[in-house]
């Protein structure tokens, strides 16, 4: 429920539909069908993930761990599909090798940066010490290991992983929001930003500026190795539907190379949208569970805020219209800058002290400025279709998705529509029809598998 203050803030900022309308006129709306994307996928059973993760952690060699050694385990990436049940399957087979293992927030400044914070963070992922068999350890503490060779920048770990006999980091390969390179985000990045919390995150981010991640994470990352024993991790790849499709563990021999190759395989099963060329995008919402700049600068081809990295190529999208923040994101409206317009919605539920946190950390406050502000959706789509050019309601390119994550299934107008009834990669599921509002916002709910 959101606060007076909150109710308050939106309403001085939102822009009223009819004062809207006054400006830009009452053009005609487009009408919207639902298109699908036609996906081949092989994914994973989730009863059978955690016996997968088990036999991931077989292919590492804990050659020169101790009888009985500690093993601390990465954990923290939010939105990963079956993560609690892909974590107790690592920590029954360290635990049957005759390890001691344990968890620790690998999530740098995540969770308010604060013990309780990132404790809470995990249980909510659903990692929480009765599920997944093992102890939580969790603290922002950090040690030094290392500096740089040529830059003399302090390369910091959890001090909790650091005093373990081995260390795995468990978490997903995917493209990254911020910065294209060889590895983006997966173990290595939870090895330099993830473990090194609150400050080995600000640290990263501020070189970044001048240091772009792609060359900062391998070079921190070889460090890292050289440094800890890091015996491997275990690598999670995820399907167009967000359903676990790989997991496999990743001896520290091969660990970027490896992820390199996961990566790409990442990037080829990715969902994006099915147009390189967008006139108007509407999400129903945000979230740092969707992703860690709320939405995929790699969907949207669009990264304002990034730290001397260039956008995405594709694809190119006029306006971008967003309705509200996920529940998850508890007020996280990091990337909200993205947008062109947004509901007021989100300036209802947004918290500006972890927002600013986050963008702080990360170096990327041009990410949180807050765009245009809108009372209801039918404003918001005035507002677009009137900044675009001459464009006639039935020639517009426009999508509603319910977020940059899920893209199944589209609302789409007529154009869009009438090509995908030529594409072997799109279905036609419904007929465009008129919008629907109710007091002017959307009738029809999201579209979510």
């Known amino acids: 429920m959101q606060s007076e203050q909150s109710e308050g803030a939106a309403n001085h900022l939102s822009v009223p539909e009819k004062t809207v309308v006054e400006a830009c006129g009452d053009p005609p709306l487009p009408k919207l069908g639902v298109i699908e994307q036609v996906w081949d996928t092989d994914p994973i059973s989730p009863e059978d993930t955690g016996d997968i993760a088990s036999r ?177 991790g275990v690598a999670i790849v995820e399907d167009q539907y967000d359903d676990t499709t790989l997991i496999e563990g990743v001896p520290p021999s091969g660990f970027l190379d490896r992820e390199a190759e996961l990566l790409e395989t990442a990037y080829n099963i990715m969902p994006t949208f099915p147009f390189d060329e967008l006139d108007i995008v509407v999400f129903d919402r945000q979230g740092k569970e969707i992703s860690g700049q709320g939405i995929d600068t790699n969907v949207i081809g669009r990264r304002v805020f990034s730290i001397n990295e260039p956008a995405p190529e594709k694809p190119d999208i006029k306006r971008i219209y967003t309705r509200g923040l996920t529940e998850k994101t508890h007020g996280n409206a990091m990337g909200v800058g993205s947008a062109d317009i947004i509901h007021e919605d989100i300036v209802a539920e947004l918290n500006a002290q972890t927002t600013l946190i986050n963008a702080l950390t990360a170096s990327t406050i041009r990410g949180v400025r807050l765009p245009p502000v809108v009372e209801t959706d039918r404003a918001g789509l005035v507002a677009a279709l009137s900044t675009i050019g001459v464009v006639e309601s039935d020639t517009v390119r426009l999508v509603r998705a319910a977020d940059s994550m899920h893209l199944h299934q589209l609302y789409a107008s007529p154009a869009l529509v009438a090509e995908a009834r030529e594409r072997d990669d799109l279905r036609v599921v419904e007929e465009p029809q008129p919008i629907e509002f109710e007091n002017g916002q959307f009738a029809k709910p999201s579209l979510v598998d």
């Open 56 to 232: 991931a952690v077989r292919e590492l060699s804990f050659e020169n761990i101790p009888d009985g050694g500690e093993i601390a385990l990465g954990v923290g990436s939010r939105g990963i599909a079956n993560l609690s049940t892909i974590v107790a399957g690592v920590v029954t087979e360290v635990s049957d090798a005759g390890y001691e293992p344990f968890v620790f927030p690998a999530m740098g400044s995540h969770g308010g940066a604060t013990d309780e914070g990132q404790r809470g963070m995990l249980n909510e992922l659903g990692v929480t010490e009765e599920i997944i068999g093992c102890e939580i350890r969790s603290s922002m503490d950090v040690v030094e290991v290392g500096r740089t060779p040529n830059r003399d920048v302090p390369v910091v770990a959890d001090a909790n992983a650091v005093d373990a006999d081995a260390i795995i980091p468990i978490n997903r390969v995917k493209p990254h929001t911020d910065f294209d390179g060889t590895v983006e985000s997966g173990l290595s990045k939870m090895l330099v930003i993830g473990m090194g919390k609150q400050r080995g995150a600000q640290i990263a981010h501020k070189w970044a500026v001048d240091w772009s991640f792609q060359r900062m994470i391998p070079e921190i990352t070889e460090l890292l190795l050289d440094s800890l024993p890091i015996v491997g």
